[in-house]
């Protein structure tokens, strides 16, 4: 049972934001005081990426833990309505996993930062999490993620 009725947790769940989240700001300013210059979602690129760098032919996702399913604390699965949350949250990974494939496919690196990384019990220093995503940047050939920490 839910503790609020359905206009109210309506109204709730429509007011969370999918681009311009606080996690995704702090990544974006972050990388842009080190002199990073950056796209913001894309609509060409698969999945409409949350940052485009194309001088280093790289995008990144900054993914919210419970709308990407990610396997941390942060993420639970709902108890009610529970059908519904399984279908639309298992799309929601399956659309993750075929964007960053196609992306990888047309030559895009990707990175996924979690929100874990900067966000609960498991967060990084906030400079940790910027410099690894700057290395990876101008580094890296692979694709990769950051995520919290291991407990």
């Excluded at 709730?12 to 934001?17: A, D, E, L, V, W």
């Amino acid at each position: 049972m839910d503790i609020v009725d359905k206009t109210t947790r309506s109204a709730m769940m429509s007011g969370i934001k999918h681009k311009n989240t606080r996690t995704e700001i702090i990544i974006r300013s972050g990388l842009h005081k080190l002199g990073f210059r950056y796209q913001l979602h894309r609509k060409d690129l698969p999945g409409k990426p949350d940052l485009v760098f194309p001088k280093h032919h790289a995008l990144i996702f900054v993914n919210g833990c419970f709308w990407h399913a990610h396997g941390c604390h942060i993420f639970k699965w709902p108890s009610t309505r529970v059908e519904f949350w399984r279908e639309k949250i298992g799309a929601n990974k399956m659309r993750d996993e075929r964007n960053i494939q196609t992306c990888i496919a047309i030559g895009w690196k990707v990175l996924v930062i979690w929100e874990c990384a900067l966000k609960g019990k498991t967060r990084r220093n906030l400079n940790e999490v910027i410099h690894t995503t700057a290395n990876w940047l101008v580094y890296d050939s692979q694709s990769a993620e950051i995520k919290g920490r291991e407990l």
